[in-house]
């Protein structure tokens, strides 16, 4: 998705706002400050610049006419949507403030924190404006945890229009955007295939899908990674108390227990499932009479088509009557469909738009050996043995292990899918290749019990390779 903002000169300040981020651990905003060095003081405010990496735009050995810079990294694993702001005006118009002050809203930089983060340097601006090449600099700022956007962002600096060189300078700037858009290390719009406005809606409603299924299916292999972990962990504590099941029953351990609680989630919404008590969608928008259009529902063309008559009608005296009659005759087809996600397919009365989320945490609770032992039952309903129990404790592990099998074969479809439609050049990846990469984010984004994933993933890694026919060490 792509804007473009066009600047007037304005005396108005920019509107004083504060959102407060909730974040587990440090904020994003502190954790970034400590890596940008201090550039100047002002009344008591740090200004920091960012530390930003310069990308290549060398093309047939010719340097471009534009400038690409990145922040952070692209993380393989998360598929953000992209979108992308130009910013056009004329000399003086403040996009340079517009651009900082954006920058320091996404990263979640408080109104009362005594830092601020410089993107743009203005002088290094004024110098470009008296150059004789008009440069566009395009800023990629790639999503992390803690951005207040759900998505990553470019920003495309121009030249300002109206300065001291004259008509000539102002008459280069549209050249140098379209050969910006045009170079194959720009952002290549002119390029793209031309579709129509069906096929854009199609397109657009299946990624919308693929989207949400590729970050459930993403979050339901990390919950079953926990549950593996969990398991094992339980296996490890009555292995090393197999001799007192026999006897000293009444003996209290401390046993891990997973369960399921709802956290707030600050000033958003979460579709979730008063059945399988599982977050369908988050964030999802909170607005009355929409949820039939919340993307866990709106896959169904069922509901694109009931939408489209409705929006086709006239306005006129006998259509209004028809529009009134249509969407009370359709009511009940918008609200019949049913969810793609949770695991029970539920319908859309079992669901919620709430200021909550649900979530899988791990606690410990004491329990006597003898009733840890109830738990674990064989055919005929009787205990099983310390064994038995280890037996069963295992099986359950490798079932957890098939049905991850199952979901990552299932993404790696859905992260292909969305490849295609992006027309982007990113090579397809095979189910092995994806969990691969699974690994090497796991090493590159380390987050608490990481170990512990890492080695579940190598285990199912050598299982996807048994099932592709390739070889099955890991190195």
Avoid at 17 to 34: D, P, V
Avoid at 100 to 113: R, T
Wanted: charged share 30%.
């Amino acid at each position: 998705m792509h804007y473009t903002v066009t600047m007037k000169r304005c005396n108005r300040s920019l509107e004083q706002t504060k959102e407060t981020a909730s974040l587990a651990g440090e904020r994003l905003a502190i954790s970034i400050k400590k890596k940008c060095t201090i550039e100047q003081q002002e009344n008591g405010m740090e200004i920091r610049k960012l530390k930003l990496k310069e990308l290549s735009t060398y093309s047939d050995s010719k340097a471009s006419s534009f400038k690409r810079f990145s922040l952070g990294e692209r993380n393989p694993m998360e598929w953000n949507t992209s979108k992308t702001i130009l910013l056009m005006g004329e000399t003086g118009a403040g996009k340079t403030t517009m651009i900082n002050a954006m920058i320091n809203y996404v990263l979640g930089v408080e109104w009362g924190d005594d830092f601020r983060f410089k993107l743009v340097d203005e002088q290094v601006r004024k110098n470009q404006a008296h150059s004789q090449t008009q440069v566009i600099t395009a800023y990629e700022i790639h999503h992390q945890e803690g951005f207040r956007i759900p998505f990553s962002l470019t920003i495309v600096d121009t030249p300002g229009f109206n300065s001291t060189d004259g008509l000539e300078s102002d008459q280069e700037i549209p050249k140098a955007i379209e050969n910006f858009f045009r170079d194959k290390n720009g952002i290549r719009l002119s390029d793209m295939p031309t579709k129509s406005l069906q096929m854009t809606q199609q397109v657009l409603e299946t990624r919308k899908r693929l989207e949400i299924l590729l970050d459930h299916g993403l979050k339901d292999i990390s919950s079953k990674l926990f549950k593996v972990e969990h398991l094992r962990k339980m296996d490890k504590i009555i292995a090393q108390n197999k001799d007192k099941f026999v006897t000293n029953g009444d003996k209290k351990i401390e046993m891990p227990k997973l369960i399921k609680r709802k956290v707030a989630v600050d000033e958003k919404s979460a579709l979730n499932c008063t059945k399988c008590e599982e977050t369908c969608h988050y964030p999802c928008k909170r607005i009355p009479l929409t949820m039939p259009f919340c993307p866990a529902f709106f896959g169904s063309r069922r509901v694109s088509s009931i939408l489209d008559k409705i929006l086709q009608l006239e306005y006129d005296s006998t259509s209004w009557k028809s529009l009134v009659y249509s969407t009370f005759v359709n009511v009940s087809s918008l609200f019949s469909v049913t969810c793609f996600v949770c695991p029970g397919q539920c319908s859309m009365s079992d669901h919620k738009n709430e200021t909550t989320r649900w979530e899988l945490i791990e606690i410990n609770v004491l329990r006597a050996l003898r009733d840890i032992g109830k738990d674990y039952k064989d055919a005929e309903g009787n205990p099983l043995s310390v064994q038995g129990i280890h037996h069963k404790l295992k099986d359950d592990v490798d079932q957890l292990e098939k049905n991850i099998l199952h979901v990552t074969s299932e993404i790696t479809k859905y992260s292909n899918g969305l490849k295609k439609i992006a027309l982007r050049g990113d090579p397809l990846l095979t189910m092995p290749e994806y969990i691969d990469m699974m690994i090497k984010n796991e090493e590159k984004y380390p987050k608490k019990g990481y170990e512990k994933r890492i080695e579940s993933l190598k285990n199912i890694l050598n299982k996807a390779k048994l099932c592709a026919g390739e070889k099955t060490t890991f190195e």
